[in-house]
């Protein structure tokens, strides 16, 4: 499904990636490891498009996405990733149904279609009740739980997630993860999650460890 061939990454005299091969297929639900530094999240913002790798490939169903121009990258984005982040990344001002519906409006949808989508993932999560809600207004876990509806409003291949859990505490950490495995069950989307949570990393398909830019681990 995501193909990656001799991906290279340097931000001025700093060499981050040293020429990353990777195949992540369809369902996996994949952990990235490894210390501070290593760039892991230089590789998940490359997989996810946000950015781009200075020599190398990146393929999506066998499309080299590489060559793809801003505009196409961002359609390309919308249509077929969705990301959660560590600190959630919503949108302070508007509610948590509002938030959701972001990624299908700028998708092209109406407002009536973007509300009712936002709406039947809200449900899905068990946040009906806290769709009015502001991101104050709503509890740790909560905005996590947002933050993952957002990420599949779009009902998007690849879900890609950098420390999501690394805000939260024990109880809401482990309802995230495995909300994860229930998600990719019942959703079939595929899983990749940058972590330093171990715990998390040992129940994933796979775990790739990166030390200094290079894959020294995939198992």
């Not at 490894?34 to 892991?40: E, H, L, M, N, Q």
Request: net charge negative; charged share 25%; glycine share 8%.
């Amino acid at each position: 499904m995501i193909q990656l061939h001799d991906i290279r990454k340097s931000f001025g005299t700093l060499e981050v990636l040293k020429g990353i091969d990777l195949t992540i297929n369809p369902g996996e639900v994949v952990s990235i490891v490894g210390p501070s530094g290593a760039g892991k999240t230089t590789l998940l913002q490359i997989i996810g498009t946000l950015d781009r790798p200075d020599s190398g490939r990146v393929l999506f169903d066998g499309v080299d996405i590489s060559v793809y121009k801003e505009k196409q990258l961002s359609a390309f984005r919308n249509r077929h990733i969705g990301f959660v982040f560590q600190f959630h990344q919503l949108l302070p001002e508007f509610s948590a149904v509002e938030n959701v519906m972001m990624p299908a409006l700028i998708g092209g949808a109406s407002m009536n279609d973007a509300r009712q989508r936002a709406m039947e993932m809200l449900d899905y999560l068990h946040l009906t009740d806290r769709a009015t809600h502001k991101p104050s207004e709503l509890s740790g876990g909560e905005k996590q739980r947002v933050a993952v509806a957002r990420a599949l409003v779009n009902r998007p291949q690849v879900i890609l997630a950098d420390e999501p859990s690394g805000s939260l505490d024990t109880h809401n950490k482990e309802e995230l993860h495995q909300l994860f495995f229930d998600l990719r069950r019942e959703l079939g989307q595929t899983f990749i999650i940058v972590t330093h949570d171990e715990t998390l990393a040992a129940t994933t398909d796979r775990t790739i460890r990166l030390l200094d830019g290079m894959v020294v681990a995939d198992r």
